[in-house]
């Protein structure tokens, strides 16, 4: 290596990937619809690319020193992993070309399914409100450099004047991440083809030796979740003899391994004791090690100090002291971002509706680089940098002294809160009292709350937000797209309505317009999956309900039918998970604040006449601390704020909540501690696994276990949807069991929402049937 090793350029983890306008998903969603080719596809992912690489270089990060990272994605960074390594499921077989490699179509054909062909199943990446795609491996995946985009993609920088770094998810996440293939033997572990799977890393850091990287990064995030390393002994062996033998490979660049999202606690020591060049340390959710750890000293370390997850300035001082800590025990010291920051929106400057005193507080990526830039001219100048230091200092004073951010009324209700306020009747009593009024058939049938929104409810809200449709034509819209969706449920047989929340633009930003406390951005896009993105809200003070905020929608549904329609909320801890919040006060203060705003609106919405109501919790799990230690007191937080908010109702209103994409076993006993009266879930991916954990957990009320995918555009069949319904019902008392999709219809369109639904009532009317002919049978 010619290159300095012992020293790493200043640098962030990752960069926002789908674009300030969100061209990528523009472009894919052109090749999905076919008004695109994979060319134009591919030439505007590299036009953005090219971009991306130009404007790091403008923050500060040089064009030479391999501190702009390369890590880009058309979908998923762990199923680009997955092509490149050759672990495309049997089912996808055919989308493998003649020379080995998945093109874009195959690409996004695994990423969303086709057919009777569902696609990998979806779950959250470690704590954030990103979502990865699970690889399948078995025993006999046939690993192989099947993909080189990243040798590609470093050439095409190369090529426009930039040494970038390469970014790759490392071998122990990757198969820590992964799943057992459709008939693998039980017990199989993925982690037991490391040995299989290192010499195909080993191949692809050859190659990008051989088109002149000199830095690559390996990321191995869950090296910091207990759940994932659980078997302490056999991730640290796999850690040795991954690092073991790619740091042996000939002539190959210097190795980066990152570890966000929190501390590496005992697997410090174990890559320290590695021959790598490199380790990342998160330092806002992990700690500068107390003390010397054996084999850092040899180590380049890059400080994250500046927070990759969340949008408020840094205290450049406090960042720099940890960097200051950190000199002691490693050869030398960078300054970087704690994560990637494709959990953050790009630019402050890009929101100019925002208050300017606001806007002063915050620090979206392109702000976060500079930051980093800073605090690197910091570590080789404490004196020069001064002024960025002290404008850190007086914007943070700026923040927590601004009016709103403490409202005493707030504090002096939470103050006046009692066990009372926490607790409901027992379930017993309020299913009795429940099914005295709504009166439901057996395997009732429901949708999770939204339906497709179409380019003319976006219009419409558009046009109304920027003031071209007046008040009454944009309620006049909004009703139509009602009385629309209210008499498709009805035609399709449905037992328990929505309205369809065509007034929503996004589950939590729909309410954060309406509470006090809250801050929307215009342009502040972070991705979640694929070619979904979300502009998450910011909550900087103290939270109020000025005014109900669903009640007339919700009471208009009701009346255009004689069923029962839910009303629709979404609860404190997602409110919380899909924001940007303070980080003033501890996170269960904040989510009190929330519940008591809902609270109050579930009071409105009972004496308004609706009887069942609808409490979304879908990131429930997502906030899970990574480390065990730390989950008793978060759960025991999130799981109070859901009751605070849901406990003053009274004992005939059905209150149901829904939760996706979590590992569902690992927080049973929380769910259950909801206390909702019914509980909806994410299954039909994973073809209902977490069904016998729920049964076994013997929960007791109210479950729908998804049976129809929303995430994938494929319509299942009424014997695809029959087969999970009877697989949930095998495992479930009927009494307790709803059926309904995975989550909102939001994404998707009416064509085949319709055809899918369908198929979902044709389905619960054959298991119907064929119980009640069990039932005859038996007497």
Request: negative net charge; charged residues 20%.
């Given at each position: 290596m010619t290159h300095d090793a012992t020293r790493l350029p200043t640098t962030i983890l990752g960069y926002p990937r789908i674009g300030p306008r969100r061209e990528l998903k523009k472009a894919l969603e052109a090749l999905w619809a076919g008004r695109a080719s994979v060319e134009e596809t591919e030439a505007a992912a590299a036009e953005l690319r090219a971009r991306t690489r130009r404007r790091l270089n403008a923050l500060?990060?040089?064009?030479?020193?391999?501190?702009?990272?390369?890590?880009?994605?058309?979908?998923?960074?762990?199923?680009?992993?997955?092509?490149?390594?050759?672990?495309?499921?049997?089912?996808?077989?055919?989308?493998?070309?003649?020379?080995?490699?998945?093109?874009?179509?195959?690409?996004?054909?695994?990423?969303?399914?086709?057919?009777?062909?569902?696609?990998?199943?979806?779950?959250?990446?470690?704590?954030?409100?990103?979502?990865?795609?699970?690889?399948?491996?078995?025993?006999?995946?046939?690993?192989?450099?099947?993909?080189?985009?990243?040798?590609?993609?470093?050439?095409?920088?190369?090529?426009?004047?930039?040494?970038?770094?390469?970014?790759?998810?490392?071998?122990?996440?990757?198969?820590?991440?992964?799943?057992?293939?459709?008939?693998?033997?039980?017990?199989?572990?993925?982690?037991?083809?490391?040995?299989?799977?290192?010499?195909?890393?080993?191949?692809?850091?050859?190659?990008?030796?051989?088109?002149?990287?000199?830095?690559?990064?390996?990321?191995?995030?869950?090296?910091?979740?207990?759940?994932?390393?659980?078997?302490?002994?056999?991730?640290?062996?796999?850690?040795?003899?991954?690092?073991?033998?790619?740091?042996?490979?000939?002539?190959?660049?210097?190795?980066?391994?990152?570890?966000?999202?929190?501390?590496?606690?005992?697997?410090?020591?174990?890559?320290?004791?590695?021959?790598?060049?490199?380790?990342?340390?998160?330092?806002?959710?992990?700690?500068?090690?107390?003390?010397?750890?054996?084999?850092?000293?040899?180590?380049?370390?890059?400080?994250?100090?500046?927070?990759?997850?969340?949008?408020?300035?840094?205290?450049?001082?406090?960042?720099?002291?940890?960097?200051?800590?950190?000199?002691?025990?490693?050869?030398?010291?960078?300054?970087?971002?704690?994560?990637?920051?494709?959990?953050?929106?790009?630019?402050?400057?890009?929101?100019?509706?925002?208050?300017?005193?606001?806007?002063?507080?915050?620090?979206?990526?392109?702000?976060?680089?500079?930051?980093?830039?800073?605090?690197?001219?910091?570590?080789?100048?404490?004196?020069?940098?001064?002024?960025?230091?002290?404008?850190?200092?007086?914007?943070?004073?700026?923040?927590?002294?601004?009016?709103?951010?403490?409202?005493?009324?707030?504090?002096?209700?939470?103050?006046?809160?009692?066990?009372?306020?926490?607790?409901?009747?027992?379930?017993?009593?309020?299913?009795?009292?429940?099914?005295?009024?709504?009166?439901?058939?057996?395997?009732?049938?429901?949708?999770?709350?939204?339906?497709?929104?179409?380019?003319?409810?976006?219009?419409?809200?558009?046009?109304?937000?920027?003031?071209?449709?007046?008040?009454?034509?944009?309620?006049?819209?909004?009703?139509?797209?009602?009385?629309?969706?209210?008499?498709?449920?009805?035609?399709?047989?449905?037992?328990?309505?929505?309205?369809?929340e065509p007034e929503r633009n996004d589950m939590v930003q729909y309410f954060a317009e309406l509470l006090d406390g809250f801050a929307v951005t215009a342009n502040g896009w972070v991705q979640s999956y694929g070619s979904r993105c979300v502009r998450p809200p910011i909550l900087w003070g103290d939270v109020t309900r000025p005014a109900p905020m669903t009640v007339d929608w919700s009471t208009y549904a009701a009346s255009r039918t004689a069923k029962p329609v839910k009303g629709m909320l979404t609860g404190p801890v997602t409110i919380l998970a899909w924001s940007f919040v303070r980080d003033d006060q501890p996170l269960g203060d904040t989510a009190r604040q929330v519940a008591l705003a809902l609270r109050d609106e579930i009071a409105d919405l009972e004496a308004a006449g609706i009887g069942i109501i609808q409490v979304d919790e879908p990131a429930l799990r997502e906030l899970l601390p990574l480390k065990a230690a730390d989950q008793p007191a978060y759960l025991d937080w999130s799981v109070g704020s859901f009751r605070l908010a849901t406990s003053g109702a009274a004992d005939t209103t059905q209150v149901h909540t829904h939760l996706c994409y979590s590992e569902f076993g690992e927080v049973i006993g929380a769910i259950d501690g909801l206390d909702a009266d019914v509980t909806s879930i994410e299954a039909a991916r994973s073809r209902m696994e977490v069904v016998p954990e729920i049964a076994a957990a013997g929960f007791a009320r109210g479950i729908g276990p998804g049976v129809y995918d929303i995430h994938s555009p494929r319509v299942p069949s009424a014997e695809e949807v029959e087969e999970l319904v009877r697989l949930a019902a095998a495992s479930i008392p009927e009494r307790n069991l709803w059926i309904n999709p995975d989550c909102g219809l939001k994404t998707r369109g009416y064509a085949e929402t319709e055809a899918s639904l369908r198929n979902l009532i044709a389905a619960t009317r054959a298991v119907r049937a064929s119980r009640v002919q069990e039932g005859a049978a038996a007497h």
């Open positions: 500060g990060l040089p064009a030479h020193d391999a501190s702009i990272p390369s890590a880009s994605s058309y979908y998923d960074q762990v199923l680009d992993a997955a092509v490149a390594v050759g672990a495309v499921p049997a089912r996808f077989a055919d989308v493998v070309g003649a020379d080995g490699r998945v093109d874009l179509q195959g690409y996004s054909t695994i990423a969303r399914g086709r057919g009777e062909d569902a696609p990998l199943e979806m779950t959250k990446w470690f704590d954030s409100n990103y979502h990865y795609l699970v690889p399948e491996i078995g025993p006999d995946t046939a690993f192989r450099l099947a993909d080189d985009r990243a040798v590609r993609e470093f050439a095409e920088g190369l090529a426009d004047g930039f040494l970038t770094r390469p970014v790759l998810v490392g071998p122990v996440t990757f198969l820590l991440l992964s799943k057992p293939a459709d008939g693998a033997p039980a017990g199989f572990a993925p982690l037991s083809r490391l040995a299989d799977l290192v010499p195909v890393y080993a191949e692809l850091l050859r190659a990008l030796a051989a088109a002149g990287a000199t830095w690559v990064q390996l990321d191995e995030p869950a090296l910091v979740s207990d759940v994932l390393t659980a078997d302490t002994a056999a991730v640290a062996a796999a850690v040795r003899q991954a690092y073991g033998a790619l740091t042996a490979v000939e002539g190959r660049p210097s190795l980066l391994v990152a570890a966000p999202y929190g501390d590496l606690g005992e697997f410090l020591p174990v890559l320290a004791g590695t021959d790598v060049e490199a380790l990342a340390l998160d330092l806002v959710r992990g700690a500068v090690p107390a003390g010397p750890v054996p084999g850092l000293e040899t180590k380049a370390v890059l400080g994250g100090v500046v927070d990759g997850h969340n949008v408020w300035r840094a205290d450049l001082a406090a960042a720099l002291a940890k960097l200051e800590a950190l000199r002691p025990l490693a050869r030398s010291v960078a300054a970087g971002t704690s994560t990637s920051l494709l959990h953050v929106p790009h630019d402050t400057a890009d929101e100019p509706q925002l208050p300017e005193r606001l806007r002063g507080w915050l620090a979206f990526a392109d702000q976060k680089v500079a930051e980093v830039v800073a605090l690197a001219a910091a570590l080789e100048d404490p004196a020069g940098a001064a002024g960025a230091l002290q404008a850190s200092a007086q914007a943070r004073r700026d923040r927590l002294g601004a009016e709103g951010v403490v409202v005493p009324a707030v504090r002096e209700r939470l103050g006046g809160l009692s066990a009372a306020d926490f607790a409901r009747s027992d379930y017993a009593v309020r299913r009795a009292a429940q099914d005295g009024v709504l009166d439901l058939p057996p395997l009732p049938t429901t949708t999770i709350g939204s339906f497709p929104q179409t380019a003319e409810i976006r219009r419409a809200r558009a046009a109304w937000a920027k003031g071209e449709l007046p008040d009454d034509g944009y309620t006049a819209a909004m009703r139509a797209e009602i009385d629309r969706v209210i008499a498709l449920q009805e035609e399709l047989g449905l037992d328990v309505l929505v309205h369809g």
